[in-house]
């Protein structure tokens, strides 16, 4: 059974943990995600991979939900039931030009290990990340050593620009050429950075929709792509923001908010 071999807090109900996986750890590249259960009652959810070593993974979740709350209380040398992986396609990497790394709230984490690699591969990285105030920013010393500029902005002001990250991102193509713009975090963020730099950019966006297997049996994560039905876990999670049917999984990620929250309250779960 997976062992949890370090846990930290990073900000506000945002965590970290390294996970004993060498099988796992091995193999694992950046944009890949792991799906993980805690018990046999318990609900699979996936986590994109934020970093790795020959032995561990590093999974940044945000507790929010049921599952993710039961996971924040874990400890130390406690153990998951199971945790398969790495799943999903890895990024494309290669050398653009300038990339500009668009990350809101927990998407920070996944910039991480995408940032590492675009830098190794030449590129001129721009990052830009977002939290709701200063307390819940994460990774912004590592991010800001593999960043030619990074640009932080917060929803109360209280640190970098007070605003979202799309108006951020708005300033900057009026000044620069960006050949390559990666967001993730919120669904409706990635939604609004896709239309700015529509005719403007190439555009990747890593998607989190409903998830269940991870291997395209259940469907759960199908999604929208040009006009075709894609699967999030085995086309994906990375596809063309452009060709994303935002309004479809808009619709489709907030069919179990309600349930969610029965559970919780259920469990009692705050």
């Keep these: 059974m997976p062992i949890i071999t370090k846990k930290q807090k990073l900000a506000e109900n945002i965590f970290l943990m390294n996970v004993k996986a060498p099988n796992i750890a091995k193999k694992a590249k950046p944009g890949q995600f792991v799906i993980l259960r805690i ?4 609900e699979r959810i996936p986590l994109t991979i934020a970093d790795s070593n020959q032995n561990e993974i590093t999974l940044v979740f945000q507790a929010i939900g049921k599952t993710t709350k039961q996971l924040s209380e874990l400890k130390k040398g406690d153990n998951m039931l199971d945790l398969i992986g ?7 990497i290669r050398e653009y030009g300038t990339v500009c ?8 984490a996944e910039l991480l290990p995408l940032a590492k690699a675009l830098k190794k591969a030449k590129n001129k990285i721009i990052t830009i990340i977002g939290a709701k105030n200063k307390k819940s920013l994460i990774f912004v010393d590592e991010l800001k050593k593999l960043s030619k500029q990074l640009i932080i902005c917060t929803d109360d002001g209280s640190r970098g620009m007070k605003g979202f990250v799309t ?13 390559l713009v990666y967001a993730v975090g919120p669904t409706i963020m990635m939604k609004s950075v896709s239309a ?5 950019a190439r555009t990747t966006v890593s998607l989190n929709p409903i998830m269940i297997d991870g291997i395209g049996m259940c469907g759960g994560c199908r999604v929208i792509v040009d006009d075709q039905v894609r699967f999030a876990c085995v086309d994906g999670p990375e ?3 452009h060709q994303v049917d935002w309004d479809d999984l808009l619709n489709r990620t907030s069919h179990y908010l309600e349930e969610e929250k029965h559970v919780c309250n259920l469990r009692k779960i705050k």
């Design 196 to 200: 700015l730099t529509m005719d403007k």
């Design 167 to 179: 108006a951020a991102l708005e300033a900057l193509l009026k000044k620069e050429r960006l050949n």
């Design 86 to 92: 790495p799943l999903g396609n890895p990024s494309d």
């Design 101 to 108: 790394l668009v990350g809101g709230g927990i998407g920070a």
């Design 39 to 42: 018990d046999e009652e318990g």
């Design 239 to 241: 596809f063309n923001g």
